[in-house]
């Protein structure tokens, strides 16, 4: 299990990835946070510390506010999903606000956080240049104090409301788990998170075994019905916040763990497998007595460089070979590159 330090990092992380927020529907919910630890945060960079101080002095009472003095640590930063606003210095040794700017909007993990440049430059051109590159705003020196607090305000309320939208939009409408396009977010932050952390990072697909042939025999409507209740029955045994399970398309499924040792996780997703048999869900007559799923996974303890979508290929690969071997199993790639199944196939090495 991660320290407590990092799992409360991966909650922020969970809580600003559309998919993974809790319900903001509760009355004043789309308003600036103001109680605590509970306090919206901004990242201030620039690389004058005193104009960053000056700012932070302004917003300290209303907000969590974090200064960086380069734009190289400001975008490190930046991607661990803490924050709800960026607020960037227009001219900076090494790498310009405009250059990081570019950088943030193509990052999947920054590319939906607001960004106001701060800046002296009043020309025409440098604020349409900015604000074509995907800034929502200027704060021109020396700075109202006023204006600022309002923009800032305003923008943060504006990111509240563009979150929950994508949170709804990321929702499976059928499962009320996450969606593909959920997943696609949410794998990059998660796989990034963990060669920043040093973290074990496991990802595993699910499919449930001959659902073609329940679909045709049983229809549609019961086919809806094993997908819900396996997609409950997963999410449900999911034991951390920082867990993370999408529908991926059709009768699959995909989780991913951060922190979490390979035996620990070939072990939970034979609880998982064993959960949803013992569902009773009856499948069709010849094929199986229940509904069941078989799992492919692979844990791997990422580093700078590697490729995600190399580690996913296995994970299906693993799941490919669960089906070979007679379905309703676990099969799973160790963090040593053993190819471990469960028990009533093969025997772990």
Not at 81 to 105: A, N, R
Not at 114 to 132: F, K, R
Not at 233 to 253: H, K, N
Not at 254 to 263: Q, S, T, W
Request: net charge neutral.
């Amino acid at each position: 299990m991660v320290l407590e330090y990092n799992r409360r990092r991966q909650e922020n992380i969970a809580d600003r990835a559309p998919a993974q927020r809790g319900s903001d529907r509760d009355k004043g919910s789309i308003l600036c946070k103001k109680d605590g630890a509970n306090m919206d945060k901004i990242l201030v960079i620039d690389d004058s510390l005193l104009q960053a101080e000056a700012v932070r002095s302004l917003l300290k009472d209303d907000y969590e506010v974090t200064v960086c003095g380069t734009a190289e640590k400001g975008l490190e930063k930046a991607r661990s999903g803490e924050y709800s606003l960026i607020l960037l210095d227009v001219i900076m040794p090494h790498m310009s606000g405009f250059t990081l700017l570019k950088e943030l909007q193509a990052d999947a993990s920054t590319k939906f956080i607001p960004v106001i440049l701060i800046t002296s430059l009043t020309d025409i051109m440098h604020e349409q240049e900015g604000l074509v590159l995907g800034a929502v705003d200027y704060i021109t020196k020396p700075f109202e104090p006023l204006i600022v607090k309002a923009r800032v305000n305003t923008h943060i309320r504006l990111f509240r409301y563009r979150m929950q939208f994508m949170k709804d939009a990321m929702i499976d409408e059928l499962t009320g788990v996450a969606n593909r396009r959920s997943y696609e977010t949410n794998s990059i932050v998660r796989w990034r998170e963990a060669i920043r952390l040093r973290l074990p990072f496991t990802v595993c697909m699910f499919d449930i075994d001959k659902f073609k042939k329940y679909n045709d025999t049983y229809g549609h409507p019961a086919g809806d019905h094993v997908i819900a209740s396996v997609a409950r029955t997963v999410s449900e045994s999911l034991r951390r916040t920082t867990d993370f399970f999408a529908r991926y398309g059709g009768e699959e499924f995909v989780a991913i763990f951060l922190g979490e040792r390979d035996d620990p996780a070939f072990h939970f997703m034979q609880k998982i497998r064993a959960a949803v048999e013992a569902l009773h869900i009856p499948h069709c007559a010849g094929i199986s007595k229940w509904v069941t799923v078989s799992i492919g996974g692979v844990t791997v303890n990422p580093r700078e460089g590697d490729s995600y979508s190399e580690i996913l290929k296995k994970a299906d690969e693993m799941l490919y070979t669960a089906k070979e071997q007679g379905r309703n199993t676990v099969v799973w790639l160790s963090e040593k590159g053993q190819k471990w199944q469960e028990k009533q196939v093969g025997k772990k090495p």
